[in-house]
């Protein structure tokens, strides 16, 4: 997926594109309006995490690091600081092409 403005890297800054979104509470699982209507779309567990925290611009780089300082993801989980940075990307892709995240900066 590259997107509009080509592949996402990570220094790219975004922020998440502020949607309608509910919770289960039972199983913890988001679910977002998509942009232009349709059914609620199920975010994966990592994506949810991504999109609730890209609430201000930010980059993938950043965001990953950010995750691991707050607890929210465990060193072991996180592995190396650009493998994780890598899977956040991913993850950030994933909600450029579903609406859901913007392109707040291109980085040269």
Do not use: C, I, N
């Not at 800054?13 to 977002?32: F, H, N």
């Not at 465990?74 to 956040?88: G, I, P, T, Y």
């Amino acid at each position: 997926m590259t997107g509009r403005g080509g592949p996402l890297r990570l220094d790219t800054v975004l922020r998440a594109t502020r949607r309608p979104w509910t919770t289960d509470q039972g199983e913890g699982k988001v679910y977002v309006l998509p942009p232009g209507g349709g059914p609620p779309a199920l975010l994966s567990p990592p994506g949810a995490l991504v999109w609730q925290r890209a609430g201000e611009p930010t980059s993938a780089r950043r965001l990953a690091t950010d995750l691991v300082a707050s607890g929210a993801v465990s060193v072991e989980e996180a592995l190396s600081s650009d493998e994780f940075a890598r899977l956040v990307l991913r993850q950030l892709q994933e909600l450029e092409a579903a609406g859901l995240v913007e392109r707040v900066h291109e980085v040269a």
